[in-house]
C-alpha cells in the first residue's frame, strides 16, 4: 500500500456546521487524495489523479469514452520525450511529476492571487493576510466555532513550520509548502503530526489497530457482508502487527506512523508508473505502445460513462 488518502486529509471535523474555507490547505498524497487502496482494491481514481493531475482528471470525468481516447491520443507523443514510439516507466514517470507539479503550480498560484495586490506585489505574506482571507479577521466580534478556532491553530503551526528563513513572513516558495507540505521535507513532520491527530481517536497520541483500522474500514460500506470484516481487512491487521509496528507495542508512534505514510526514499511518480505499466503492457515487453495506452484509456484517464 502506498500512501492512503483518509490518513492524511480530512481536517475537518464531520461536526463542523460550516464547510471548509475554500482555500483551507489539506495535507494529501503526492500525487492524488483519493485512497491508492480502497476496499482492498486498487482505487482506479487514484491513478486518474496522478497521471492527469487532480484540475485535469476532473475534466476527464465529464468526457464521453470518445472524446477522452481522442485527448488521450493527443497527449501520447508528448509523453514520449525520445520519439521512439514506445512510453517507457520513466518517461510515464517523468510525465507523472510534470502533471503533479503542474497542479501544485496552479492551485499555489490560484490563492496566491486572492491576497491583497500589494502583498502580493512585495512576496511576502503575514500570517494575518491568510487568516483573514481564510476565516476573517481576527478581531471580528462573531464567536468563533470550536472546530474552526482547532482549524485556525492547526493552520498557524503550520505556517510557522513552513517559514524556512523564521522572518515571520511566507514567500511564495514558503507559501507553496503550506499549501501542499508533502512536497518539502521540511514539512514531513508537520504532516505526520497532523496526521495522528486526525486518526487517533482517544488522543493518547498514537494510532492503535482499531484506528488504523477504522480509518479505511467502515462496515457501514458493506452491508451485504452484515458485520463480517472483509478478507482484506484481516490483511491490514497483520500489516499493522507485522511491518507497521515495528516495536510491537500495539500501536503507532509518529516515527512508525512517518515510516508509513512518507517513507524517506520512496517515489510515488515511479511506483505509479510501474503500476501504470503493470495494468497496460499487453505484450510485456516493458513498455506502451500508443494502442495500449489507448486500449486501457480508463486506466488512465477514465470518464463518466466508464465510471457509470
Known sequence: MILRCAALICLLVSALSASVPADH??????????????????????????????????????????KSKERLAKLIPKMDSNADGFISEEELKDHINFMQQRYVNNDVDRTWKNYDAEKVKTGKLEWKDYREMVYGAEDDKQEIAPEYAKMISRDQRRWKVADYDSDSLLDRTEYGCFMHPEDCDHMRDIVVAETVEDIDKNKDGFVDMEEYIGDMY????YPELNGKEPDWVASERDMFKETRDKDSDGKLNKDEMRDWIMPIGFDHAEAEARHLVGIADDDKDGKLSSAEVLDHFDTFVGSQATDY
Open 218 to 221: 467502515r462496515p457501514d460500506d
Open 25 to 66: 490547505p489539506h495535507p494529501a498524497d503526492p500525487l492524488s487524495d483519493k485512497e491508492h487502496i480502497k476496499g482492498g482494491e486498487h482505487d482506479a481514481k487514484y491513478d486518474h489523479e496522478a497521471f492527469l493531475g487532480k484540475d485535469t482528471a476532473a475534466e476527464f470525468d465529464d468526457l464521453s469514452p470518445e
